[in-house]
């Protein structure tokens, strides 16, 4: 089993940065796809951004050239850098992880149904 947390949210002014980062409970950042997805009330949890275990990254268009991942496999973290917040990036941010334990994830997406640990979640705020 798997835990993931998260930490890093907070209240930030409009063109400000946050850096979010995600703690997994055991070793498997360098053999899963990892991602960071993000939800507002009454709407779907949408990807934000994921990385799989070669390193290579996607983005949704909504936050190309603002936000950042990135992974420190030796410390099993996962790091979110957000920078040039906007209002509208006002929402809970959940790391997920793609871990199936006998085979290396091969290319992570944005899309909910490939993640099958999930954290519990940290606020971002992001006044105007």
């Known amino acids: 089993q798997v835990q993931l947390v998260e930490s890093g949210g907070g209240a930030v002014q409009a063109g400000g940065s946050l850096r979010l980062s995600c703690v997994a409970s055991?070793?498997?950042?360098?053999?899963?796809?990892m991602g960071w997805f993000r939800q507002t009330p009454g709407k779907e949890r949408e990807g934000v951004a994921a990385?799989?275990?070669?390193?290579?990254?996607t983005y949704a268009d909504s936050v190309k050239g603002r936000f950042t991942i990135s992974k420190d496999n030796a410390k099993g973290t996962l790091y979110l850098q957000m920078n040039s917040l906007k209002p509208e990036d006002t929402a809970i941010y959940y790391c997920?992880?793609?871990?199936?334990?006998?085979?290396?994830?091969?290319?992570?997406?944005?899309?909910?149904?490939?993640?099958?640990?999930w954290g519990q979640g940290t606020q971002v705020t992001v006044s105007s």
């Open positions: 997920a992880a793609d871990w199936r334990g006998i085979f290396d994830c091969d290319m992570a997406t944005l899309t909910m149904s490939q993640y099958n640990y």
């Open positions: 990385v799989d275990p070669a390193g290579t990254t």
């Open positions: 055991i070793s498997i950042s360098g053999r899963s796809c």
